[in-house]
């Protein structure tokens, strides 16, 4: 299945198998070399804003200026409501959003 879809040969053919096995070999050595580490919450939060450009100041409109300063902080935990917010509007996965991350205790 995988040779149509990076282009190559024909499924069931011998140089369909190589290129299957190809590109097993290689998502595996991409996997062990350069693992991507699931995201925190508040690191989830950092990389929308970046990826689309989003302001502090937005997301102090979603969840309150000093609510937004806390949270990036790591001095506050998000709430169910704050999690609502965020996930609704700027399309971050709440299942992302709700799982337990240090606080810094400032």
Do not use: C, F
């Not at 369909?16 to 062990?32: A, C, K, N, P």
């Not at 699931?38 to 929308?48: Q, T």
């Amino acid at each position: 299945m995988r040779s149509k879809r990076y282009g190559g040969a024909e499924e069931g053919t011998e140089a369909g198998d190589r290129l299957d096995v190809l590109v097993t070999l290689v998502e595996t050595y991409e996997r062990q070399r350069w693992p991507i580490e699931p995201l925190d919450p508040v690191r989830a939060i950092e990389a929308a804003m970046e990826m689309n450009g989003y302001t502090r100041a937005q997301l102090a409109a979603l969840i309150g200026q000093s609510h937004a300063t806390e949270i990036l902080s790591r001095r506050r935990a998000l709430t169910l409501p704050m999690i609502r917010a965020i996930s609704e509007a700027w399309h971050v996965p709440a299942g992302v959003l709700v799982q337990d991350y240090a606080l810094t205790g400032r």
